[in-house]
């Protein structure tokens, strides 16, 4: 029989990485050109204006509103925006910055119109909104649909509404190993002075000290020790 090696107890974590349509690809090419061009004209007004014209008072809200939407447009839509959907909970990426909400601190999953929203506390604590198009981001709202029903069910109401989705969509990524030592435990608040003594809830990631680790989660998950 082959011995289970201490190292396979570490399930390996992942996440699907999926370049988001309604964000990357929708908000570029409009948010982005009308703001060069808004800024083009800003610049034109205030700068490039033959001597004896008379200034025209808004040049420079123009130059100013042009340059601030182009900026959004870059920090939303630059190539590498995109969420993130896994073990770890959701992910949004923008240029290169990761905000994550964990499973665990998401307090509610729903539908408003196209719009699947997921709303909670990120990993520092700041709330945190996630929206998706049920239209545009056909695959990463109905991964989140799916994966928040099986994790925290207590939480999700998408009441009747059908997630279709390519289920092989979305690169996968290998998450880095958790490090729970200096974590508090959920149910005693007892810190957790070595990784042996942490116990995670394999659904919401919740941790737990092993000497009050409760029978069920409060996701909902049924815990062994
Ligand atoms: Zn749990």
Redesign the pocket.
């Known amino acids: 029989m082959a011995k289970v090696s201490k190292k396979s107890k570490h399930r390996l974590r992942t996440e699907r990485r999926y370049a988001a349509a309604s964000i990357a690809n929708w908000i570029v090419p409009t948010a982005g050109a009308l703001s060069a061009l808004v800024m083009g004209a800003g610049t034109y007004a205030q700068l490039l204006r033959p001597a004896e014209a008379t200034p025209i008072a808004a040049a420079p809200w123009l130059l100013a509103g042009g340059a601030l939407g182009l900026a959004g447009a870059i920090w939303f839509g630059g190539p590498r925006a995109a969420i993130r959907v896994g073990d770890a909970g959701l992910a949004i990426e923008r240029g290169g910055a990761l905000q994550r909400m964990p ?2 601190a998401i307090t509610s999953v729903s539908v408003s119109g196209d719009a699947l929203i997921a709303e909670g506390k990120d990993d520092t604590g700041a709330n945190c909104t996630l929206r998706v198009s049920r239209t545009k981001d056909v695959n990463v709202a109905g991964r989140i649909a799916a994966e928040a029903s099986a ?2 069910p207590n939480v999700v109401n998408l009441g009747d509404e059908g997630f279709g989705y390519d289920e092989q969509a979305g690169d996968i990524v290998n998450l880095e190993p958790l490090h729970l030592a200096g974590r508090r435990c959920t149910a005693s608040a007892t810190a957790i002075a070595f990784e042996s003594d942490a116990r995670l ?6 941790v737990y000290h092993h000497a009050h680790l409760p029978a069920e ?5 049924a ?1 062994s020790g």
Do not use: D, S, V
């Open positions: 499973w665990y994790r925290i809830c394999p659904k919401c990631e919740r989660c409060a996701c909902g998950a815990l």
